[in-house]
T-cell receptor, first 114, second 113 residues
Framework: AQSVTQLDSHVSVSEGTPVLLRCNYSSSYSPSLFWYVQHPNKGLQLLLKYTSAATLVKGINGFEAEFKKSETSFHLTKPSAHMSDAAEYFCVVTFSGGYQKVTFGIGTKLQVIP | EAQVTQNPRYLITVTGKKLTVTCSQNMNHEYMSWYRQDPGLGLRQIYYSMNVEVTDKGDVPEGYKVSRKEKRNFPLILESPSPNQTSLYFC????????????FGNGTRLTVT
């Protein structure tokens, strides 16, 4: 079985300050992990992915995530928040080698205050 | 342009009236899947398909049917919709293989009264 826990349903930051969105996972197999972003009334867009290569993964728009196996975490960070980052973010885990099940976290809504 | 196309974007219907939400992708992806998004629950997988004529249940398949007769199309069928199926639905596709990202449609907002 696999699961994803996004530890914060809402995060609020000031523009220009760092962003941290937390994600913990459990998986019986070597996981593939993803972060997706959803802007209001839009579909989901891939931010970045981890598939067993480098543990520090760089994505689009300045976002990064670090895979920590010992902590079963895959937290998303950005050094400096921009107003356009306001959106909902989803952490996703899939089985290694296949897509039999795709499990989403419940999402974290990021608010950026001017 | 590579894309996943869902139709319709918005749908209001009544309990018990059969409906179909279409999904088509132009990227020759083997894998396609359907999700529903509800507040506080994130996205939950309804059904998925690894290839033509191969489909399997996700986490919340009750009340839904799918078919995969062609590689590009993966319609979602609600034979007898009920109000608890009011939700935002997303179709997605990807290549098979580790780390292949999902490509999402723009969603279908369904209201069942």
């Amino acid at each position: 079985a696999q699961s994803v826990t996004q530890l914060d349903s809402h995060v609020s930051v000031s523009e220009g300050t760092p962003v941290l969105l937390r994600c913990n996972y459990s998986s019986s197999y070597s996981p593939s992990l993803f972060w997706y972003v959803q802007h209001p009334n839009k579909g989901l867009q891939l931010l970045l992915k981890y598939t067993s290569a480098a543990t520090l993964v760089k994505g689009i728009n300045g976002f990064e995530a670090e895979f920590k196996k010992s902590e079963t975490s895959f937290h998303l960070t950005k050094p400096s928040a921009h107003m356009s980052d306001a959106a909902e973010y989803f952490c996703v885990v899939t089985f290694s080698g296949g897509y039999q099940k795709v499990t989403f976290g419940i999402g974290t809504k990021l608010q950026v205050i001017p | 342009e590579a894309q996943v196309t869902q139709n319709p974007r918005y749908l209001i219907t009544v309990t018990g009236k059969k409906l179909t939400v279409t999904c088509s992708q132009n990227m020759n992806h083997e894998y396609m899947s359907w999700y529903r998004q509800d507040p506080g629950l994130g996205l939950r997988q309804i059904y998925y398909s690894m290839n033509v004529e191969v489909t399997d249940k996700g986490d919340v398949p009750e009340g839904y049917k799918v078919s995969r007769k062609e590689k590009r199309n993966f319609p979602l069928i609600l034979e007898s919709p009920s109000p608890n199926q009011t939700s935002l639905y997303f179709c997605a596709s990807s290549l098979l293989g580790r780390g292949s990202p999902l490509h999402f449609g723009n969603g279908t907002r369904l209201t069942v009264t």
